[in-house]
């Protein structure tokens, strides 16, 4: 028996000692994510890497290149310089942001806005292609995919969703004006809605920009965001619909400032594990000891739902989320 008692010890012994605090740290990613001022950040896992595409964020006549970041576990983080740049992009000349991510049929493509456009001017939303999320990327159709303004919307801030049907719709707008349009095959323009209709206005109460759609649960997430992007009040809320066209019935805020922490977080994206029901919610805010309106920085936080499928409200952090590799997925 006192051999027994002897061994048992030991091995309780053994299993404290493997669980020594320095085996059961956990990493976060920390926020921001990386360095520089990047705002509205797209975010796409593309096999087992996560990736995300921002907008260069400093004075319209500098914002002329994208940087990509791509990282395997959401902590540590590869910077991809100049992806695009108005050198490839002839028809733009400034302006060049808030970003839009896809991979169809092995290529690469890459939605953006240029040119901060106006009633008779050129620019507008573009989109380019790469074999390789990373780029270099070229420009799809050396024009503006769309150029007019629609129903009040200024084409920029686009984001491109393929329905379970296959269905690639794209949603854009600012103004307070979002419109969705359905892409053709190979992205290179826009086929009409079965009523003939090509553009088709879906704006919810308090709609600002940044319009983002996921699919959860059969339900229809769409969200996007409110206030001024130069402001502390900048923020994000979402509505919850059987379809894809709406109608958007706004539920509520669930992202926006802490005064503790950092003020205008908004214009975001939402990455998705494959395969797993766990959702982050990547965005941009400004610092506190920041007061310049293009000193914005990206960062994540967890998203999660309620038993009813309603998101909670998200509280920003200085830690971020923990560290999360992919694997093979």
């Not at 059987?242 to 802490?258: M, S, Y």
Request: charged share 20%.
């Amino acid at each position: 028996m006192r051999i027994l008692l002897i061994l048992l010890s030991v091995v309780l012994l053994t299993s404290a000692c493997s669980q020594s605090p320095e085996n059961d740290e956990v990493i976060y990613s920390g926020n921001p994510l990386f360095d520089g001022w990047y705002a509205d950040p797209a975010s796409r896992v593309y096999n087992d890497t996560y990736w995300v595409f921002p907008t260069y964020s400093d004075y319209y006549h500098k914002q002329v290149f994208f940087d990509a970041f791509s990282s395997p576990d959401l902590v540590n983080w590869t910077k991809h310089e100049q992806i695009i740049d108005t050198l490839e992009v002839q028809w733009a000349d400034s302006a060049m942001w808030a970003p839009a991510s896809i991979e169809k049929d092995g290529k690469y493509y890459f939605f953006f806005a240029a040119n901060d456009v106006h009633e008779g001017q050129v620019g507008g939303i573009g989109v380019a292609v790469a074999d390789q999320p990373e780029g270099p990327y070229e420009d799809l159709i050396g024009e503006p995919l769309i150029n007019d303004i629609v129903n009040g919307a200024q084409p920029i801030d686009q984001y491109v969703f393929q329905d379970t049907d296959g269905t690639y719709y794209m949603y854009y707008g600012g103004w307070g004006h979002c419109n969705v349009v359905i892409l053709n095959d190979d992205f290179t323009g826009l086929v009409p809605f079965e009523d003939g209709e090509i553009y088709k206005e879906v704006t919810p109460e308090g709609y600002v920009e940044g319009p983002f759609m996921f699919i959860r649960d059969g339900k229809y997430y769409f969200m996007w965001s409110e206030g001024g992007w130069g402001g502390p009040h900048y923020r994000v809320a979402y509505a919850i619909a059987d379809n894809p066209l709406g109608p958007f019935e706004r539920e509520e805020v669930i992202l926006q400032q802490d005064p503790d922490v950092a003020t205008g977080a908004g214009h975001h994206s939402v990455l998705e594990i494959p395969g797993e029901d766990e959702y982050y919610i990547v965005y941009h805010r400004r610092p506190l000891e920041e007061t310049h309106h293009n000193h914005r920085v990206v960062s994540i936080e967890k998203m999660e739902f309620d038993s009813d499928g309603r998101i909670k409200p998200v509280q920003i952090t200085f830690e971020g989320v923990p560290k999360r590799p992919l694997g093979n997925i």
